[in-house]
């Protein structure tokens, strides 16, 4: 009979479990199930403390994420540099995962309402990094103000 695990050494195989699953067999094909058998434990133990499966692979891939961002701002004197800078930051944490993981993952982690929105959008502006380099194009004119509000409004910044 095998020992029982508890805390973050369970915690630790299921995440193992669920990176395994997720490069055998991608994600739309892998279930709290597979994940579960492969960590010797139980759905119910995967979902206490993961909502659901979103919330489980966004922890998996923040497990396995070896990149440090960058924290500072660009500041290069033009809006489209310093926001490709700013953007380009986050390129290699998209190849963490086995290839097609996002496409699939996104769109139902928003759909779920599971509070990963803000998890996605907090990732992406971190320490309110766009957030900056938008002041401060508006403070130098390149954008209309509108405009500008419009932009923030529709990604939650």
């Known amino acids: 009979m ?7 050494e369970l915690e630790l195989a299921i995440l193992d479990s669920a990176w395994y699953e997720l490069e055998t067999r991608g994600y739309q094909d892998l279930t709290i199930g597979g994940i579960a058998k492969r960590a010797k434990t139980n759905k119910n133990t995967i979902y ?3 909502a659901n499966k979103p919330e489980l692979i966004f922890a998996t891939i ?9 924290n500072e701002i660009p500041n290069t004197g033009s809006l489209r540099t310093d926001l490709e ?5 986050f390129v290699p944490i998209f190849n963490i995962p086995p290839k097609g993981t996002w496409q699939k993952l996104l769109p139902e982690a928003i ?10 959008i907090e990732a992406i502006n971190g320490d309110n990094r766009i957030t900056e380099v938008v002041k401060k194009i508006c403070n130098k004119q390149e954008i209309e103000v509108n405009l500008l509000e419009e932009i923030l409004m529709m990604i939650n910044l």
Do not use: A, V
């Not at 095998?2 to 973050?8: L, V």
């Open 2 to 8: 095998s020992e029982r695990r508890w805390g973050k």
């Open 48 to 50: 206490r403390r993961w």
């Open 62 to 70: 923040q497990k396995h994420n070896s990149i440090q961002p960058n």
């Open 85 to 89: 800078k700013l953007l380009g930051q």
């Open 111 to 120: 759909l779920s309402e599971s509070g990963q929105t803000e998890t996605i």
